[in-house]
């Protein structure tokens, strides 16, 4: 089982930026897919982005193409989600989630997930 932390949520104005972290530890991914998914406050989980831990492959929501990018340091064990332009739509409690499944985007997929960190963003 792999432990994910989250950090690097807070409030910002729209327009601005954040960047979360998720340090994983308990094992190497190898071949898995690191995933930030967000769930606002009466709304379900949703997909934002993820990653092939060994390939760097990418796969974006919509709602976030062309503000978003993951990445992911393999020799910290930690993934990213660099968010620019942020609107106030981005306000949800963010995800760092774990999947033994290549590069998949399905929720179900995901086994192992982090607390959580909240981003609110202001208008």
């Known amino acids: 089982q792999v432990q994910l932390v989250e950090s690097g949520g807070r409030l910002v104005q729209a327009g601005g930026s954040l960047r979360l972290s998720c340090a994983a530890s308990?094992?190497?991914?190898?071949?898995?897919?690191m995933a930030w998914f967000r769930q606002a406050p009466g709304k379900e989980r949703d997909f934002v982005a993820a990653?092939?831990?060994?390939?760097?492959?990418?796969d974006y929501a919509d709602s976030v193409k062309g503000r978003f990018t993951i990445s992911r340091d393999k020799a910290k064990n930690t993934g990213y989600l660099q968010m620019n332009s942020l609107k106030v739509e981005d306000t949800a409690v963010y995800y760092c989630?774990?999947?033994?499944?290549?590069?998949?985007?399905?929720?179900?997929?995901?086994?192992?997930w982090g607390q959580g960190t909240q981003v609110t963003v202001s208008s």
């Open positions: 989630a774990a999947s033994d499944a290549y590069f998949t985007r399905r929720l179900a997929d995901f086994g192992s």
């Open positions: 990653i092939s831990w060994s390939l760097g492959s990418t």
């Open positions: 308990g094992r190497t991914f190898r071949g898995s897919t």
